[in-house]
Nanobody
Framework: QVQLVESGGGLVQAGGSLRLSCAAS????????MGWFRQGPGKEREFVAT????????YYTDSVKGRFTISRDNAKNTVYLQMNSLKPEDTAVYYC??????????????????WGQGAQVTVSS
């Protein structure tokens, strides 16, 4: 069992930065690929970024490449999403998610077994 708790959301002006954190409980975190997803108003939940269990493999959706960075600290059981150069269209509830077993990185939300409660990110123009 893995429990995930996001923090670090808030209100920021366009061009600003935020860092989201996702604290995980459970022994399987260190062997789990992790992902960040987001859901904007009236939209479906969409993939943002994913990272392998070791941190050696990362992948981003095109709209955030060069602006967002996913990372993890397995000693702290925490995964991060550093968001720079934020745009109004980044406004959404951001969710972290964990795979189980030895599954690798994936953009498919159906393959993530555990989800956090979400953190609101609002970017004003």
């Amino acid at each position: 069992q893995v429990q995930l708790v996001e923090s670090g959301g808030g209100l920021v002006q366009a061009g600003g930065s935020l860092r989201l954190s996702c604290a995980a409980s459970g022994r399987t975190f260190r062997t789990s690929a992790m992902g960040w997803f987001r859901q904007g108003p009236g939209k479906e939940r969409e993939f943002v970024a994913t990272i392998s269990w070791s941190g050696g493999i990362t992948y981003y959706t095109d709209s955030v490449k060069g602006r967002f960075t996913i990372s993890r600290d397995n000693a702290k059981n925490t995964v991060y999403l550093q968001m720079n150069s934020l745009k109004p269209e980044d406004t959404a509830v951001y969710y972290c998610a964990a795979r189980t077993g030895l599954g690798g990185t994936t953009t498919d939300r159906r393959l993530y077994s555990y989800w956090g409660q979400g953190a609101q990110v609002t970017v004003s123009s």
